[in-house]
DNA sequence: TTCTGTGAACGGATTCACAGCA
DNA sequence: TGCTGTGAATCCGTTCACAGAA
């Protein structure tokens, strides 16, 4: 077991955490890293070793024990408890993600959202009331909120996440198509629905017509 | 310039491609790799070194002249034309993304969605109206669509991405929690807002309390 | 002088190949 | 025999450091 764990390494679990739930849907009770590897088009070898980075969960001979590494996967994930999210922003995007069903399967709880706009504030979306952003620092400190999420326009999205840096929030997941400094010690990650296409268009160019 | 390129470069571009935008929106016309960095939080040998696989776009001394800089990167990344989309699954998240303007900027044009559901199909939702699932060999081929966006629940994503590459559709973008199989032709990412928040868990969890 | 572009050096991730256990 | 776990070897991406252009 080594110290210092690949950050390419923390960001495939999720990834065998989602399969081996599948599997496990599929009433799957035991899978080898090779059987692994073709669900997830990744090699055996590759599993394995991510995998050793964090303990000795398979069987020689046998495989890896589906139940017993999900909780394995959870736990090292960090899914073995609660994460209270707050959005901000509560427009298209930030609305699908209110009311989307999907969080709080794994331990997701949107607790709070905030918009300026006054037609959206005192609202009830998804599983809360929208709250104007200048209740921010109270809220994200009586609701507990661990992560935001920011879903309002680029212009807007500087703001946002200084709001929430300022109001103790450590951890930020942007949608918003904006480049964002926030402060060393808060861990920021960019999604949007347009990079993830803007990279896949390189592949097709020279593809399709 | 070498052949291959990494696919993180690929990964990065869009990132630069943001900040550059950002910045030409501010009305700054030079930037230098160190400035770039700075604003990305990348080395600014990564930059120049990322650039240099696609051609030489600085000036010595200068830096990078931002308009240039980002027509060169639309056209590396094949931003420089249209890409049609098909949405399939008119749920929350996919009601979102057929409202979403942000594609358009891009080049990214909805040009159908699909659904099963009968109380969604025959209606309007942002720019099309949603048609049944039944109708996508069809329209893929009437529309020329070129990338298939998957926002079924898990449970139905499988079914939906063989009815895309039936259809005829190379290029996918996955946001239902699942590990789907696809022809090796045919290019397929998963997204979905759960993904990201677990690898960022992992980060947090020794960290908050 | 300033800052790019890039071979060379370095470091880290992937793959190999096999020892070890069931 | 079958498959894990892991050092060793390999491969690949990042960083260094400097030549060269403005």
């Known amino acids: 077991m080594r110290l210092a764990i690949p950050e390419v390494v923390v960001l495939r679990l999720p990834e065998y955490l989602r399969a081996l739930e599948q599997l496990a849907g599929e009433g799957v009770y035991l899978v080898s890293s090779q059987e692994l590897g073709e669900k997830l088009q990744v090699t055996p070898a590759q599993i394995r070793k991510d995998l050793s980075y964090f303990g000795h969960f398979g069987k020689q001979g046998k495989g890896y024990d589906v139940k017993r590494l999900i909780g394995e996967l959870r736990r090292i994930l960090g899914l073995d408890r609660d994460w209270r999210l707050a959005v901000v922003g ?4 930030g609305r699908a993600l209110l009311r989307y069903g999907g969080f709080s399967q794994q331990g997701f709880k949107i607790v709070a959202a905030f918009d300026t706009n006054p037609k959206v504030t005192g609202k009830k979306v998804g599983p809360v009331v929208v709250q ?6 109270k809220v994200v400190k009586s609701e507990g909120v661990h992560i935001g999420v920011v879903s309002v326009p680029a212009s807007a999205a500087q703001e946002a996440v200084d709001r929430l840096v300022q109001a103790g929030v450590r951890a930020i997941l942007n949608y918003a198509p904006a480049t964002l400094r926030v402060p060393p010690s808060v861990y920021i990650r960019h999604v949007g629905p347009v990079s993830a296409l803007e990279s896949m268009t390189f592949y097709l160019k020279d593809v399709k017509g």
């Not at 104007?132 to 620092?137: L, R």
């Open 90 to 93: 509560v427009g298209n995007l």
């Open 132 to 137: 104007d952003v200048a209740e921010m620092p």
